[in-house]
Structure formats: C-alpha cells, structure tokens
C-alpha cells in the first residue's frame, strides 16, 4: 500500500530537520516552494505542514513564514551544548538521561 503524498513529504521534510540540514530557527520552505519541488496541489504540502506543526518540528506565523522550531525535538543534547546557546530566555527540561561510558 503506497503512503499518501502528503505523508512522503512529511516524512522527507522532517529528516530533513532532524539531519541538521536547518538548524533551530531558520526560515523554512514556502508553501509555494513546496508545491513546485513536490510537484502537489497547496492543499497537500499545507497538510504535510501542519503535521510538522503539530508536531512541534516548525512553527508557521501568518505574514512572517514558516521556521524550524527550537525545541530541537527528537535530536541528542550533550551536556557541552549547553555553553553554545544563549539561556537567558530559554529552558531546559532533562526527560530523560543515558549514562555514556557504564562504570563497573
């Protein structure tokens, strides 16, 4: 059974983000755009879009564009990260931890 189109895209986009292709905050892909690299109808990439919306991978402002999220879901933190990115308005929430190198 063949995946909708709407799917593939979703798919394709979203490894897109996680590979590090955009980083957290770079303007993403117009509608348009979209439509003539998938050769598909407005309707079909504004579902694959908002799909990456909803989960949390872009968010999409009326006027402005569409942005990679800074969450920076599904994408390993090290601890080292922390010094590269400015705290002084974000958070951080640990939901989970995985010890390195396993002591004996």
Do not use: C, W
């Not at 799909?51 to 991978?57: C, H, P, S, T, V």
């Not at 872009?58 to 601890?79: D, P, W």
């Not at 590269?84 to 002591?103: A, W």
Request: proline content about 1%; overall charge positive; hydrophobic content about 40%.
């Amino acid at each position: 059974m063949a995946i909708p189109k709407y799917q593939y895209i979703k798919d394709e986009l979203k490894n897109k983000i996680i590979s590090g292709q955009f980083a957290s905050g770079d303007k993403f892909y117009t509608e348009a755009e979209l439509i003539a690299m998938y050769d598909v109808s407005s309707i079909t990439v504004v579902r694959a879009l908002n799909d990456l919306a909803k989960d949390g991978y872009i968010v999409r402002q009326q006027g402005k564009g569409t942005f990679v999220a800074r969450a920076r879901k599904h994408k390993l933190v090290e601890f080292s990260d922390v010094e590269i990115f400015e705290t002084k308005d974000d958070k951080v929430t640990v939901l989970s931890i995985e010890r390195g190198n396993k002591l004996k």
